[in-house]
Nanobody, 123 residues
Framework: QVQLVESGGGSVQAGGSLTLSCVHS????????MGWFRQTPGKDRESVAI???????TYATFVEGRFTISKDYAKKTLYLQMNNLRPEDTGMYYC?????????????????WGQGTQVTVSS
């Protein structure tokens, strides 16, 4: 039974940094697709960064080199290091995992999702 627990969110000023963590419970951490998503009130959920299996990584265009997604295999933890944060980065950030990255939309009932962690960036 897969469980995902996010942490690391908080409030920072524009230009600041935060590192989000997602602890994975199960035996699929090294093979399944995993990713970070975010949602702002009034907007649809969007992908931020995707870690495909054991290596391939894809970032959203709005990241613009500011974020880094990584894994600690010993701790079964997925990280998202965010630098040079902007007010528009404010939102709820979620960790998710499913068997394949390229298998359609990341729907609520077609992937495992964490509870989310809030990121707030002030100007």
């Amino acid at each position: 039974q897969v469980q995902l627990v996010e942490s690391g969110g908080g409030s920072v000023q524009a230009g600041g940094s935060l590192t989000l963590s997602c602890v994975h419970s199960g035996n699929t951490f090294g093979t399944y697709c995993m990713g970070w998503f975010r949602q702002t009130p009034g907007k649809d959920r969007e992908s931020v960064a995707i870690f495909d299996g054991d290596g391939p990584i894809t970032y959203a265009t709005f990241v613009e080199g500011r974020f880094t997604i990584s894994k600690d295999y010993a701790k079964k933890t997925l990280y998202l290091q965010m630098n040079n944060l902007r007010p528009e980065d404010t939102g709820m950030y979620y960790c998710a995992t499913r068997r394949h990255c390229n298998s359609g939309p990341w729907l609520p009932d077609r992937a495992h999702w964490g509870q989310g962690t809030q990121v707030t960036v002030s100007s």
